[in-house]
């Protein structure tokens, strides 16, 4: 560590230390994944996504009835299975890449993927 006029300066031969590292790797994880709020994703799934993903599909957190789509209890999907469906849509479950925000993907990937199979 160096004092300089300017303040502090962390180096360690001429290179940023492990603080940068640490930066990065904090600035790499989505802010959805950082703050996931369930009920946030409970809102765009049954409400915000437009259809509502619990027009088709089954899932009891949300209370979520659908006949259409997958049961998502049952199949309990993963983030990243749920963001590229979501994003790209599947079969006759349409794309919500420019309807739904990158952020409200990835807050209703979060959702569905801890909640699904838990019973509700």
């Known amino acids: 560590m160096k ?3 300017t303040g502090l300066r962390l180096t360690s031969h001429g290179s940023p230390t ?23 994703g409970r809102t765009i799934f049954t409400k ?3 259809p509502q993903c619990a027009l088709c599909h089954v899932l ?7 006949k259409v789509g997958p049961n998502l209890d049952e199949l ?5 299975q749920v963001r590229a469906a979501v994003t790209s849509g ?13 952020e409200e993907i990835e807050t209703v990937s979060t959702y569905v993927a801890e909640v699904a199979g838990s019973g509700g």
């Open 48 to 50: 915000a996504a437009q």
């Open 3 to 5: 004092i300089t006029p």
């Open 76 to 80: 309990q999907p993963s983030v990243d």
């Open 60 to 66: 009891a957190d949300a209370d979520a009835e659908g």
């Open 90 to 102: 599947v079969g006759v479950m349409p794309a919500f890449e420019g309807t739904l925000s990158e």
């Open 18 to 40: 492990g603080l940068s590292a640490v930066l990065l790797a904090f600035l790499a994880v989505p802010l959805a994944a950082q703050e996931a709020d369930p009920e946030a």
